[in-house]
């Protein structure tokens, strides 16, 4: 069974540095794109970005880019999603989605981590 | 970027109602379109790839229709459980794009 578990809730202060994982299983990890989604607070969907984890090759939402990294540890089936410096504005609920079998829709989601900046 | 549409933003209707929701991409996207439904609280859940194609356990009143600009998702005959929020999202393009969302609500 394909399963996603992301790490749990995080509160953090505005400039604080934070990592949140999703760790893939029953599936082989290194080839499927898994990407990041934030729904801010009353808000939609926004796709961040992807990453491949057999190669990291990544891609961003320029809405994000240069605001967050995404990696990959392949060895230990885990993607990635941090910041150097949160904002207020970076709270939210992250998804890690995994593409579906024949094409770019994302067919398994995590349970989502949520994220609260505030001072 | 391209942009996605969803009209309406709300839809109200009544179980056993048919509707029909509409998502419109800023260019073409050909049939790169998806659909979500989402319930407050929880991850969202994939019913439809390629416009039309129907994932597997989904129900049967759901179907997606149009390529090209225009897409469709109609429910027919509502259940309770169909009343949530429902996203398309294009990926014929990165950076792959949502929909603002519709919202299901029972009359």
């Known amino acids: 069974e394909v399963q996603l578990v992301q790490s749990g809730a995080e509160v953090k202060k505005p400039g604080e540095s934070l990592k949140i994982s999703c760790k893939g299983s029953?599936?082989?990890?290194?080839?499927?794109?898994i990407a990041w989604v934030r729904q801010m607070p009353g808000k939609g969907l926004e796709w961040m970005g992807i990453?491949?984890?057999?190669?990291?090759?990544?891609k961003y939402s320029p809405s994000v880019e240069g605001q967050v990294t995404i990696s990959a540890d392949k060895s230990i089936s885990t993607a990635d999603l941090q910041w150097s410096s949160l904002k207020a504005s970076d709270t939210a609920m992250y998804y890690c989605a995994r593409q579906g079998d024949s094409g770019s829709y994302y067919y398994y989601w995590g349970q989502g981590t949520l994220v609260t900046v505030s001072s | 970027d391209i942009q996605m549409t969803q009209s309406p933003s709300t839809l109200s209707a009544s179980v056993g109602d048919r509707v029909t929701i509409t998502c419109r991409a800023s260019?073409?996207?050909?049939?790169?379109l998806a659909w979500y439904q989402q319930k407050p609280g929880k991850a969202p859940k994939f019913l439809i790839h390629k416009a039309s194609s129907l994932e597997s356990g989904v129900p049967s009143r759901f179907s997606g229709s149009g390529s090209g600009t225009e897409f469709t998702l109609t429910i027919s005959f509502l259940q309770p459980d169909d009343f949530a929020t429902y996203y398309c999202q294009q990926y014929n393009n990165y950076p792959y794009t949502f929909g603002q969302g519709t919202k299901l609500e029972i009359k």
């Open positions: 990453i491949y984890p057999g190669d990291s090759d990544t």
């Open positions: 260019q073409s996207i050909s049939i790169w």
């Open positions: 029953g599936y082989s990890f290194s080839d499927y794109w």
